[in-house]
Nanobody, 121 residues
Framework: QVQLVESGGGLVQPGGSLRLSCAVS????????MRWYRQVLGKQHALVAT???????NYAVSVKDRFTVSRDNVKNTLYLEMDSLKSEDTAVYYC???????????????WGQGIQVTVSS
């Protein structure tokens, strides 16, 4: 019913930048909070950034002042601008969104499939 697809990942050198996108599609009525998580192999998902429908943002301490989360409510797309990247930012990045589907009135959190970001020289 609802799909999230991430793009923009890849390999970047320390100090470099990447911009992730997450496109939401399907039977969407309203998208509420949207989030970026990341997962390092063998560890649990860690919340990176959150943005409300109105644009209020919140960041993990480890990425504050380096990452910027934003969204386009017309295009139903979430973004994560990552600057001053460090090797410890290497992870699989996932987006999620709280969505009310036009077919299902219950608010449900949907997840993307994840995208690899590798920071290495």
């Amino acid at each position: 019913q609802v799909q999230l697809v991430e793009s923009g990942g890849g390999l970047v050198q320390p100090g470099g930048s990447l911009r992730l996108s997450c496109a939401v599609s399907g039977t969407i009525s309203t998208i509420y909070d949207m989030r970026w998580y990341r997962q390092v192999l063998g560890k649990q998902h860690a919340l990176v950034a959150t943005i409300t429908r109105g644009g209020i943002t919140n960041y993990a301490v480890s990425v504050k002042d380096r990452f910027t989360v934003s969204r386009d409510n017309v295009k139903n797309t979430l973004y994560l601008e990552m600057d001053s990247l460090k090797s410890e930012d290497t992870a699989v990045y996932y987006c999620s969104a709280d969505v009310k589907s036009s077919l299902e009135p219950k608010l449900t959190e949907y997840w993307g499939q994840g995208i690899q970001v590798t920071v290495s020289s």
